[in-house]
């Protein structure tokens, strides 16, 4: 059935404004281009600024039988979550809340809201987010992504922080996951789990509750360099007994270009005198040379990028790796025109890896199959159900089945869907 597009157009220009909705065919391919730079031409893009447009919307989108919507924050996922042909919500006009509450110790925050204005306003107060994305996208982006970055050695994921969301579901009514008076890790009946990392499937963030903390009072950030031929695995599990380590990031082929070295950024948080004492166990390490600690400083202070400080790509692979297999797995992609590689750890024993294929890599999908098939031998798996190879998700996501089931529970009318799973 054709969709009378003008019509539709004009209800939605009548809902938010002409330049709140891009539907001419060379803004909307420019607006499709992802990272790797292949088109995703979008139906429509709109852009909402307010809760109540969301309800009109659902009965524009109703009316005109739009079959299926895709959210988006600023597009930086990995895994082109956000990037499809469908009609694509943004909801980078959705900025506006950021309510600081120092008595529970949390901040409710618009989904649309960028991570370093968030971050500005906490600091501000002596508060931080204390799981940081690498890059500033959008708040609800980063739940939809599973949130893991800086801090996840010592907080996890932002599943760890989250409270509370918003979330508006197909038939547009608007629901509430988790509870915002109850921490995360309660027992009992709590969607959040379902929301965080799975990409929109199931609805649109418009906010979230998180928990924040005091901005640590004393740090020190340490660069570490690691020859190749040093097993990461030994060095790694040494520093899993140290208490004050709140953040560990590892480089290669991104900091030191001329050597295979692999660099770690350490951040230490704590009181002064076992910051001393840890950040002396880890200089009597042996096997590893330091760097300047303005170096280091310089490197956390500038933590937070922008798309075009990220290494240029063919392809980037995002997996969970544990340490007992980095190594090899480091070691193996070499054949690749030695990719290079970033990666938060995202707890003592395990990565989450960033391979950036460079540019000239003769064959991606070689690369793709590689990657499924060697799966098995550095027991890594995907982050998000979004990620970009089926069959690796299809592999390492048993309850894809279960999540399939359950789909249809948020789609009741199964008129207006976030994205089909299609798997
Ligand atoms: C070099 C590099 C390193 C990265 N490291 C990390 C990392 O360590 N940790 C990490 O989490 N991410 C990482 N990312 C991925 C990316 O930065 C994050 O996923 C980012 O937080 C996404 O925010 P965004 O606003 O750009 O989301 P988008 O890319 O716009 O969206 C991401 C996904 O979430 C969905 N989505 C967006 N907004 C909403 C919403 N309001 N409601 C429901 N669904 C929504 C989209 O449909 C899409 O599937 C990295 C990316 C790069 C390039």
């Known amino acids: 059935m054709t969709i009378d597009k003008e019509s539709l157009v004009k209800d939605l220009i009548d809902l938010v404004g002409e330049e709140n909705i891009i539907f001419n065919d060379d803004q909307l391919k420019h607006y499709g281009l992802d990272p790797f730079n292949q088109t995703h031409k979008p139906f429509l893009v709109v852009k909402l600024s307010k809760i109540s447009h969301f309800k009109r919307l659902n009965f524009i989108l109703r009316r005109y039988k739009i079959e299926s919507i895709t959210p988006r924050g600023c597009g930086f996922g990995i895994n082109l979550g956000a990037y499809s042909e469908d009609l694509i919500i943004d909801l980078t006009l959705l900025n506006q809340k950021i309510e600081l509450d120092t008595q529970t110790l949390t901040v409710k925050v618009e989904a649309g809201v960028r991570y370093t204005k968030l971050q500005k306003i906490l600091n501000e107060n002596g508060y931080r987010l204390p799981i940081e994305p690498i890059l500033d996208g959008t708040i609800g982006g980063f739940i939809a992504t599973g949130g893991y970055g800086y801090g996840s050695y010592q907080f996890g994921s932002l599943m760890n922080l989250l409270r509370s969301t918003s979330i508006v579901l197909s038939n547009g009514q608007i629901i509430q996951s988790g509870n915002i008076n109850t921490p995360p890790y309660s027992c009992g009946y709590n969607l959040n789990s379902l929301i965080c990392g799975s990409e929109g499937y199931f609805g649109i963030i ?14 020190h950030n340490l660069l570490l360099k690691i020859p190749a031929d040093v097993d990461l695995m030994p060095i790694l599990s040494k520093l899993a007994i140290i208490s004050t380590i709140h953040h560990i990031s590892l480089y290669k082929g991104l900091i030191d270009t001329t050597q295979d070295s692999t660099n770690l950024l350490i951040r230490l948080e704590g009181p002064p005198e076992i910051l001393e004492q840890d950040k002396s166990f880890i200089e009597a390490m042996p096997d590893i040379t330091f760097s300047k600690y303005e170096m280091a400083n310089k490197l956390w202070d500038n933590r937070i990028l922008e798309p075009s400080h990220t290494p240029k790509a063919s392809i980037i692979i995002e997996a969970i790796v544990p340490i007992s297999t980095l190594s090899q797995f480091l070691k193996f992609w070499k054949i690749y025109n030695s990719p290079t590689f970033f990666g938060t750890l995202i707890n003592p024993s395990s990565a989450l890896l960033y391979t950036f294929f460079p540019p000239e890599i003769p064959n991606v999908e070689t690369v793709m199959e590689t990657f499924v098939e060697k799966s098995h031998k550095f027991q890594m798996h995907p982050p998000t159900i979004g990620h970009l190879i089926k069959k690796f998700v299809e592999q390492f996501h048993p309850n894809l089945e ?12 199964h008129r207006l869907k976030v994205r089909k799973l299609q798997f």
């Open 206 to 219: 418009t906010d979230a509750v998180l928990e924040i903390t005091p901005i640590a009072l004393e740090s």
């Open 402 to 413: 279960y999540l399939k089931r359950l789909k249809p529970i948020f789609d009741k009318i």
